[in-house]
């Protein structure tokens, strides 16, 4: 949650920008779908408001089951708009499927990294952002084989960079977690020290 208003931001500015670029070779049609991910950025920023790391940790088990299964519904749903207006544009529109394209791999990209702390949702997000589009944008074009495999193994590429940052993510908070039991700990030999000395120094005046 800490990263959803960095990718909404990311979101909404790459939707602005194909959209921009989609109207000027006449899909007019794509403002009424930038409307559409512009409100469910909107209802995902409403929904993770006064949801933070420490509300989070000292929520139930349910409670944080139910804040990761919103966060992923949201992240699924903006995916699949992503792709719907895929099949609308006609392989005529070369300059528009590149451009799309160039978003497309930049928002797995981000992703990957963003999303490094949740394994499964990333992992779909990435599927859902490249796999269809590696077929659905490319199949008509003369060189679509071609480019069709290239999405695909980008997506494979995205799909390792996503597990290891996965893992680099996971390993950085389980030391976290450790240097601050570690740190209890010290506190507490320290106030017992801080203890024992201080029962010494009285017996000793005695």
Do not use: C
């Not at 139910?66 to 006609?90: E, K, N, Q």
């Not at 160039?102 to 859902?128: D, N, V």
């Not at 074009?141 to 680099?168: C, E, I, P, Q, Y």
């Amino acid at each position: 949650y800490g990263n959803l208003p960095t990718l909404l931001v990311m979101s909404v500015v790459a939707s602005l920008g194909a959209a921009v670029v989609l109207s000027g070779a006449g899909y007019t049609w794509i403002w009424f779908w930038f409307s559409g991910l512009i409100f469910l950025n909107l209802v995902r920023f409403a929904l993770s408001r006064g949801v933070s790391a420490e509300k989070i940790e000292q929520a139930e088990i349910a409670a944080v089951a139910r804040y990761r299964r919103t966060y992923a519904i949201g992240l699924y749903a903006s995916a699949a708009l992503w792709v719907a207006p895929l099949s609308l544009v006609g392989p005529e529109s070369v300059v528009s499927i590149y451009t799309l394209a160039i978003i497309f791999s930049a928002l797995a990209a981000g992703g990957s990294g963003i999303m490094a702390a949740l394994l499964r949702e990333g992992r779909t997000y990435i599927l859902i952002m490249l796999g269809p589009a590696s077929v659905i944008m490319f199949r008509d074009l003369g060189d679509g084989t071609v480019l069709m495999a290239l999405g695909l193994v980008f997506l494979a590429v995205m799909l390792v960079v996503h597990d290891r940052n996965h893992k680099v993510t996971r390993r950085a908070l389980e030391l976290a977690i450790e240097n601050r039991r570690l740190v209890e700990e010290l506190q507490s030999v320290n106030v017992g020290l801080e203890d024992t000395v201080a029962k010494r120094t009285r017996q000793l005046a005695n």
